[in-house]
């Protein structure tokens, strides 16, 4: 099992910090993005990709340490 | 049990005073799916040992039809911030390909900013063995 995302700056690139991405099943593109996530996967859903995988860019690009 | 090699994934950080160039850092993020009855939501995780328990958006919970109304709150600490409410649920987890999961999970708005979740020691490691080799640039789960 492999994620097929390994650079996930260049998957989001282009898209708001903070914006929620509704990402393809294939992880090879984000299908759609918006400030809500029930609306990502509307808009998803709309373009045919049913059960997109959620995925935010972060509000802070910043380092994590939890 | 199988035993399951991944790449890490990398995320960009910002410039700032300490990184003026900015970062790459890699992090060892799952796909997985969260189930509660006939209620899914596939997203990212990060294979976290130093959570204590697996922790989600409270979003999330939301999305898969779980009424934090209906719950108490319990809190949980993380750098930078006080204790945030966390709401408990027993849900199914499918790592796909790996195994699926019935774990007692929390959500916390703590997790809105980054929309990721953790999979921690309780639900997770105490189930999987885990190995980190971040220079050879895997992780490894055997479950």
Known sequence: MEPAVRDFGKLFEGVPRGAWVAIAHDESRVVAYAAEMKEAIRKAQELGEESPIIARVPQSPAAFAF | ?143
């Open chain 2, 1 to 143: 049990m199988a035993r399951h090699e991944i790449r890490y994934s990398e995320f960009n950080c910002a410039p700032d005073a300490s990184f003026p160039n900015g970062q790459k850092v890699k992090r060892p993020i799952l796909p997985i799916r969260l189930v509660n009855g006939g209620n899914r939501l596939t997203c990212y995780a990060i294979v976290d040992s130093g959570a204590d328990h697996c922790t989600f958006p409270l979003s999330f919970a939301l999305e898969l039809g779980l009424d934090p109304l209906t719950r108490p709150a319990s809190e949980i600490a993380g750098v930078g911030s006080g204790a945030v409410p966390t709401f408990y649920w027993t849900i199914g987890i499918e790592v796909p390909t790996i195994a699926t999961l019935e774990i007692y999970a929390g959500f916390t708005s703590g997790l809105e900013g980054v929309g990721l979740g953790l999979l921690g020691q309780s639900g997770f490691f105490d189930r999987a063995k885990v190995e980190f080799d971040h220079r050879s640039d895997l992780f490894v789960i055997e479950i």
